[in-house]
């Protein structure tokens, strides 16, 4: 089991990429007959799945950026290891988007998210101060492009309630705390002790 566990750890973004072709081969043969929802959910899987190897590749990563701040030495987990959450909620935020069309609400989770990540990494290159974009900054801005442009074709297309998007981000926001929750719990550390730590850092930003 420990084997696995750390085979899981090493491989997570190549694992992830496997579901993503499993997907996208068979959105392939069946795209005449996929719903609208299914097939923008594959064109932002796409876009994401790009966005994760740019973030990994890119030196300093943005979880090395943050790692200071929380003190956490991230360089020094096990490979893959910080990048496990990210993977895992990747997975199956998607997944379940493609595989229950029918339900709006898990799916809007999915522009949330490519609107949130062009949210982040610009602010990430204004809070670090960088001479450069943030790790992943490009691909980011593609997704917030993409994600807003998802939204509008999904308003003038489908009919839905406006409660659709109260679920969609109690689900977004859920999924998430308990997947930060575990990816703390993995590194020795608390979800309490890296809010109270993020918090920290950005009130003494505030009065630099």
């Given amino acids: 089991m420990k ?3 750390l085979f899981l750890l090493k491989n997570n973004i190549h694992l992830m990429t496997l579901v993503f072709v499993g997907f996208a081969i068979w959105a392939a043969c ?4 996929l719903l609208l929802i299914q097939k923008l959910v594959m064109g932002m899987f796409a876009c994401i799945i790009v966005h994760e190897y740019e973030e990994v590749q890119s030196k300093p990563g943005l979880m090395d950026l943050f790692g200071p701040i929380i003190g956490i030495d ?8 910080s990048h496990l ?3 895992v909620y990747i997975v199956v ?7 229950l069309p029918n339900q709006l609400w898990l799916a809007l ?4 998210l490519g609107i949130f990540e062009g949210f982040v990494h610009t602010m990430g290159t204004f809070i670090f101060r960088l001479r450069k974009p943030s790790p992943g900054w490009y691909t980011a801005i593609i997704m917030c492009a993409y994600s807003i442009w998802a939204l509008v074709v999904i308003n003038r297309n489908i009919d839905y309630e406006g409660i659709q998007w109260l679920w969609a981000s109690l689900y977004y926001v859920g999924l998430f705390a308990l997947l930060e929750a575990w990816f703390q719990h993995l590194i020795g550390s608390s979800l309490p002790s890296f809010a109270r730590k993020m ?3 950005v009130f003494g930003k505030k009065n630099v």
């Fill in 85 to 87: 959450a990210q993977a």
């Fill in 30 to 33: 069946c795209w005449s007959e």
């Fill in 199 to 201: 918090r920290a850092f």
């Fill in 93 to 99: 935020l998607f997944s379940v988007a493609v595989l």
């Fill in 74 to 81: 991230y360089q020094a987990l096990t490979p893959g290891k």
């Fill in 109 to 112: 989770p999915v522009f949330i």
């Fill in 3 to 5: 084997r696995f566990g």
